[in-house]
């Protein structure tokens, strides 16, 4: 099956699923997600609002104009969680819903971190043992692609949802891609 519109060309199949035509091209809006490790934790928040409510998440958001990802990213860690942390990239995800902007999220992982971990408007963190993320309580394609970000591999996700409401995504088709080992 060769690589979904969208995604950088260069990847192999890791895993994949649903059915059906890929969504048409959208303009993009820039979105970040940053999930903080800590020996064989790590760290969650349960969302309070908007995209993605009652569903565990790392710590994001919408990228502000003048702003690169990383800056975002540590922007909404901190306003999120309380914290600061070294945060890498390790991977992108395209989320897809018919008659939006596709949304391109930047991934990061950070393995310390910094201040006190502390509830905000928008989430509740929690830490969880990295071997029993509530996968069931987060979004549908988290469990292809978050194993990948523990172990440090990078990756890019595209995912297609239908919306039956303001917050009822159903999955249709998903495709996650790593870089070819060099031999
Ligand atoms: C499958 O799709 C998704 N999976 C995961 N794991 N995370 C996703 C998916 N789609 C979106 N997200 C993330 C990206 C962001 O981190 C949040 C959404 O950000 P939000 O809309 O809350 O942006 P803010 O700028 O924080 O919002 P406010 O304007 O309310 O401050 O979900």
């Known amino acids: 099956m060769s690589v979904p519109p969208g995604l950088p060309q260069n990847l192999s199949a890791f895993d994949e699923g649903g059915s059906g035509e890929w969504l048409p091209e959208a303009p993009l809006k820039l979105y970040t997600n940053a999930f903080v490790l800590h020996g064989d934790k790590i760290l969650l928040g349960l969302k309070k609002r908007g995209l993605g409510v009652n569903k565990y998440n790392g710590f994001g958001g919408k990228v502000e ?34 008659g939006e902007k596709w ?21 509740c963190p929690e830490w969880f043992n990295q071997a029993s993320i509530p996968y069931e309580k987060m979004w549908e394609t988290d469990r292809t692609w978050l ?30 891609g790593v870089h070819s080992p060099t031999v």
């Open 103 to 123: 949304a391109h999220i930047d991934i990061f992982r950070a393995e310390n971190y910094s201040g006190t971990v502390t509830e905000s408007e928008e989430m």
């Open 147 to 176: 194993p990948l970000l523990l172990s440090k591999r990078p990756f890019a996700v595209r995912a297609d949802f239908g919306r039956n409401s303001a917050e009822n995504y159903t999955l249709r088709r998903w495709w996650v």
């Open 65 to 98: 104009s003048r702003e690169s990802t990383l800056e975002a990213a540590l922007r909404e860690l901190k306003e999120e969680s309380g914290i600061t942390a070294p945060l890498e990239l390790a991977g992108t995800l395209l989320f897809v819903v018919p």
